[in-house]
T-cell receptor, first 115, second 114 residues
Framework: SAVISQKPSRDICQRGTSLTIQCQVD?????MFWYRQQPGQSLTLIAT?????????ESGFVIDKFPISRPNLTFSTLTVSNMSPEDSSIYLC????????????FGPGTRLTVT | GENVEQHPSTLSVQEGDSAVIKCTYS??????FPWYKQELGKGPQLIID?????GEKKDQRIAVTLNKTAKHFSLHITETQPEDSAVYFC?????????????FGKGTKLSVIP
Protein backbone atom coordinates (compact mmCIF):
# COMPACT_ATOMS: atom_id res chain seq x y z
CA SER A 1 0.00 0.00 0.00
CA ALA A 2 1.03 3.63 -0.51
CA VAL A 3 2.77 5.61 2.22
CA ILE A 4 0.75 8.71 3.00
CA SER A 5 1.90 11.68 5.06
CA GLN A 6 -0.02 14.72 6.23
CA LYS A 7 1.12 18.10 7.46
CA PRO A 8 0.58 19.46 10.01
CA SER A 9 -0.17 16.53 12.30
CA ARG A 10 -2.06 18.84 14.64
CA ASP A 11 -2.77 22.53 15.07
CA ILE A 12 -4.64 24.91 17.29
CA CYS A 13 -6.13 27.84 15.42
CA GLN A 14 -8.21 30.89 16.24
CA ARG A 15 -11.69 31.34 14.86
CA GLY A 16 -11.91 33.27 11.65
CA THR A 17 -8.53 32.09 10.36
CA SER A 18 -7.76 29.47 7.71
CA LEU A 19 -5.54 26.38 7.74
CA THR A 20 -4.14 24.47 4.78
CA ILE A 21 -3.52 20.76 5.25
CA GLN A 22 -1.13 18.93 2.95
CA CYS A 23 -1.31 15.30 1.85
CA GLN A 24 1.69 13.66 0.18
CA VAL A 25 1.78 10.15 -1.28
CA ASP A 26 4.92 8.20 -2.16
CA UNK A 27 3.51 6.99 -5.48
CA UNK A 28 1.25 8.31 -8.19
CA UNK A 29 -2.41 7.68 -7.46
CA UNK A 30 -5.49 8.54 -9.44
CA UNK A 31 -7.97 8.84 -6.62
CA MET A 32 -7.47 11.05 -3.54
CA PHE A 33 -10.14 11.85 -1.01
CA TRP A 34 -10.60 14.12 2.01
CA TYR A 35 -12.61 13.02 5.06
CA ARG A 36 -13.63 14.68 8.30
CA GLN A 37 -13.88 12.82 11.59
CA GLN A 38 -15.49 14.85 14.36
CA PRO A 39 -14.48 13.97 17.94
CA GLY A 40 -15.57 10.44 18.79
CA GLN A 41 -17.47 10.11 15.54
CA SER A 42 -17.29 8.27 12.25
CA LEU A 43 -15.72 9.43 8.99
CA THR A 44 -17.57 11.63 6.51
CA LEU A 45 -16.36 12.22 2.97
CA ILE A 46 -15.79 15.91 2.21
CA ALA A 47 -14.70 15.67 -1.41
CA THR A 48 -12.87 13.74 -4.08
CA UNK A 49 -9.73 15.54 -5.26
CA UNK A 50 -9.40 15.18 -9.02
CA UNK A 51 -6.06 15.83 -10.67
CA UNK A 52 -6.33 18.65 -13.18
CA UNK A 53 -9.96 19.50 -12.49
CA UNK A 54 -12.27 20.82 -9.80
CA UNK A 55 -12.84 18.71 -6.73
CA UNK A 56 -16.18 16.94 -6.37
CA UNK A 57 -17.87 17.88 -3.09
CA GLU A 58 -20.37 15.84 -1.09
CA SER A 59 -23.64 17.20 0.14
CA GLY A 60 -23.13 19.63 3.00
CA PHE A 61 -19.61 20.67 1.97
CA VAL A 62 -18.85 23.65 -0.27
CA ILE A 63 -15.80 24.84 -2.12
CA ASP A 64 -15.73 28.25 -0.44
CA LYS A 65 -15.36 26.61 2.96
CA PHE A 66 -13.12 23.70 1.95
CA PRO A 67 -11.10 24.63 -1.17
CA ILE A 68 -9.02 21.73 -2.47
CA SER A 69 -6.05 21.64 -4.81
CA ARG A 70 -4.65 18.62 -6.65
CA PRO A 71 -1.69 19.86 -8.70
CA ASN A 72 -0.28 16.40 -9.47
CA LEU A 73 -0.75 12.68 -8.85
CA THR A 74 1.11 12.61 -5.52
CA PHE A 75 -0.09 15.73 -3.69
CA SER A 76 -3.24 17.48 -2.54
CA THR A 77 -4.20 20.23 -0.12
CA LEU A 78 -7.37 20.94 1.81
CA THR A 79 -7.98 24.39 3.25
CA VAL A 80 -10.40 24.92 6.10
CA SER A 81 -11.52 28.53 5.71
CA ASN A 82 -12.95 31.05 8.15
CA MET A 83 -12.80 28.49 10.93
CA SER A 84 -15.21 28.17 13.82
CA PRO A 85 -15.07 25.84 16.85
CA GLU A 86 -17.43 23.47 14.96
CA ASP A 87 -14.59 22.80 12.52
CA SER A 88 -12.57 21.12 15.28
CA SER A 89 -12.06 17.63 13.86
CA ILE A 90 -9.57 15.20 12.48
CA TYR A 91 -9.07 15.72 8.75
CA LEU A 92 -7.91 12.66 6.84
CA CYS A 93 -6.79 12.14 3.31
CA UNK A 94 -7.08 8.78 1.65
CA UNK A 95 -5.93 7.34 -1.64
CA UNK A 96 -7.23 4.65 -3.91
CA UNK A 97 -4.97 1.67 -4.43
CA UNK A 98 -2.86 1.71 -7.58
CA UNK A 99 -3.25 -2.05 -8.00
CA UNK A 100 -6.82 -2.55 -6.88
CA UNK A 101 -9.72 -0.34 -7.86
CA UNK A 102 -11.56 -0.92 -4.59
CA UNK A 103 -9.16 -0.40 -1.71
CA UNK A 104 -8.55 2.93 0.05
CA UNK A 105 -5.72 3.75 2.41
CA PHE A 106 -5.70 6.58 4.93
CA GLY A 107 -3.09 9.03 6.08
CA PRO A 108 -2.41 9.65 9.79
CA GLY A 109 -4.75 12.62 9.98
CA THR A 110 -4.51 16.26 11.01
CA ARG A 111 -6.02 17.09 14.40
CA LEU A 112 -7.47 20.57 14.29
CA THR A 113 -8.70 22.50 17.31
CA VAL A 114 -10.37 25.86 16.77
CA THR A 115 -10.60 28.18 19.76
CA GLY B 1 -27.73 7.13 -0.69
CA GLU B 2 -26.07 4.32 1.21
CA ASN B 3 -26.66 3.93 4.94
CA VAL B 4 -24.51 1.67 7.11
CA GLU B 5 -25.55 0.63 10.61
CA GLN B 6 -22.96 -0.86 12.97
CA HIS B 7 -23.45 -2.74 16.25
CA PRO B 8 -22.47 -2.80 19.03
CA SER B 9 -21.03 0.65 19.71
CA THR B 10 -18.84 -0.74 22.50
CA LEU B 11 -17.63 -4.27 23.15
CA SER B 12 -15.54 -5.64 25.99
CA VAL B 13 -14.09 -9.14 25.85
CA GLN B 14 -11.62 -11.14 27.89
CA GLU B 15 -8.28 -11.83 26.29
CA GLY B 16 -8.50 -15.03 24.28
CA ASP B 17 -12.23 -14.78 23.66
CA SER B 18 -13.82 -13.98 20.29
CA ALA B 19 -15.34 -10.67 19.24
CA VAL B 20 -18.03 -10.15 16.61
CA ILE B 21 -19.07 -6.80 15.11
CA LYS B 22 -22.06 -6.59 12.78
CA CYS B 23 -23.02 -4.11 10.04
CA THR B 24 -26.01 -3.75 7.77
CA TYR B 25 -26.20 -1.71 4.57
CA SER B 26 -29.08 -0.33 2.55
CA UNK B 27 -27.83 -0.01 -1.06
CA UNK B 28 -28.13 -3.31 -2.92
CA UNK B 29 -25.64 -1.98 -5.50
CA UNK B 30 -22.84 -1.84 -2.92
CA UNK B 31 -20.25 -4.47 -3.75
CA UNK B 32 -17.24 -3.75 -1.56
CA PHE B 33 -17.12 -3.96 2.24
CA PRO B 34 -13.88 -3.04 4.04
CA TRP B 35 -13.11 -3.02 7.74
CA TYR B 36 -10.79 -0.48 9.31
CA LYS B 37 -9.04 -0.45 12.67
CA GLN B 38 -8.29 2.94 14.20
CA GLU B 39 -5.97 3.18 17.16
CA LEU B 40 -5.88 6.28 19.30
CA GLY B 41 -4.20 9.17 17.52
CA LYS B 42 -3.81 7.32 14.22
CA GLY B 43 -5.55 7.11 10.88
CA PRO B 44 -7.79 4.16 10.01
CA GLN B 45 -5.93 1.02 8.90
CA LEU B 46 -7.50 -1.36 6.39
CA ILE B 47 -7.45 -4.80 8.03
CA ILE B 48 -9.68 -6.92 5.80
CA ASP B 49 -12.24 -6.50 3.08
CA UNK B 50 -14.76 -8.57 1.16
CA UNK B 51 -16.43 -8.20 -2.22
CA UNK B 52 -19.95 -9.15 -3.12
CA UNK B 53 -18.93 -12.23 -5.09
CA UNK B 54 -17.50 -13.88 -1.96
CA GLY B 55 -19.32 -15.06 1.18
CA GLU B 56 -16.41 -15.31 3.58
CA LYS B 57 -12.78 -14.26 3.81
CA LYS B 58 -10.23 -15.08 6.48
CA ASP B 59 -6.83 -13.70 7.37
CA GLN B 60 -5.21 -15.35 10.38
CA ARG B 61 -7.32 -14.38 13.43
CA ILE B 62 -9.75 -12.14 11.59
CA ALA B 63 -12.56 -13.10 9.23
CA VAL B 64 -15.39 -11.32 7.50
CA THR B 65 -18.69 -12.83 6.35
CA LEU B 66 -21.18 -11.33 3.93
CA ASN B 67 -24.86 -12.11 3.45
CA LYS B 68 -25.97 -10.23 0.32
CA THR B 69 -29.57 -11.31 0.63
CA ALA B 70 -29.90 -9.91 4.12
CA LYS B 71 -27.50 -7.04 3.36
CA HIS B 72 -25.32 -7.57 6.36
CA PHE B 73 -21.68 -8.36 6.99
CA SER B 74 -19.71 -9.15 10.10
CA LEU B 75 -16.16 -9.01 11.44
CA HIS B 76 -14.96 -11.90 13.57
CA ILE B 77 -11.81 -11.70 15.67
CA THR B 78 -10.69 -14.89 17.38
CA GLU B 79 -8.21 -15.34 20.22
CA THR B 80 -8.33 -11.64 21.01
CA GLN B 81 -5.23 -9.92 22.34
CA PRO B 82 -4.83 -6.58 24.16
CA GLU B 83 -3.37 -5.04 20.99
CA ASP B 84 -6.71 -5.67 19.28
CA SER B 85 -8.16 -2.90 21.46
CA ALA B 86 -9.17 -0.08 19.09
CA VAL B 87 -12.15 1.41 17.28
CA TYR B 88 -13.33 -0.67 14.33
CA PHE B 89 -15.26 0.81 11.41
CA CYS B 90 -17.15 -1.04 8.71
CA UNK B 91 -17.84 0.62 5.36
CA UNK B 92 -19.58 -0.01 2.06
CA UNK B 93 -19.07 1.24 -1.46
CA UNK B 94 -19.73 0.56 -5.12
CA UNK B 95 -16.02 0.17 -5.59
CA UNK B 96 -14.59 -0.62 -8.97
CA UNK B 97 -17.50 0.84 -10.86
CA UNK B 98 -16.21 4.40 -10.85
CA UNK B 99 -17.78 5.21 -7.49
CA UNK B 100 -15.28 4.94 -4.69
CA UNK B 101 -17.18 6.74 -1.99
CA UNK B 102 -16.98 4.84 1.27
CA UNK B 103 -19.94 5.13 3.62
CA PHE B 104 -18.86 4.29 7.16
CA GLY B 105 -20.65 2.84 10.14
CA LYS B 106 -20.44 4.72 13.43
CA GLY B 107 -17.70 2.51 14.82
CA THR B 108 -17.26 -0.08 17.58
CA LYS B 109 -14.87 0.51 20.45
CA LEU B 110 -13.37 -2.87 21.29
CA SER B 111 -11.65 -3.33 24.63
CA VAL B 112 -9.73 -6.54 25.27
CA ILE B 113 -9.26 -7.11 28.98
CA PRO B 114 -6.01 -8.91 29.90
Amino acid sequence: SAVISQKPSRDICQRGTSLTIQCQVDSQVTMMFWYRQQPGQSLTLIATANQGSEATYESGFVIDKFPISRPNLTFSTLTVSNMSPEDSSIYLCSVGSTSDSYEQYFGPGTRLTVT
Amino acid sequence: GENVEQHPSTLSVQEGDSAVIKCTYSDSASNYFPWYKQELGKGPQLIIDIRSNVGEKKDQRIAVTLNKTAKHFSLHITETQPEDSAVYFCAASRGGAGSYQLTFGKGTKLSVIP
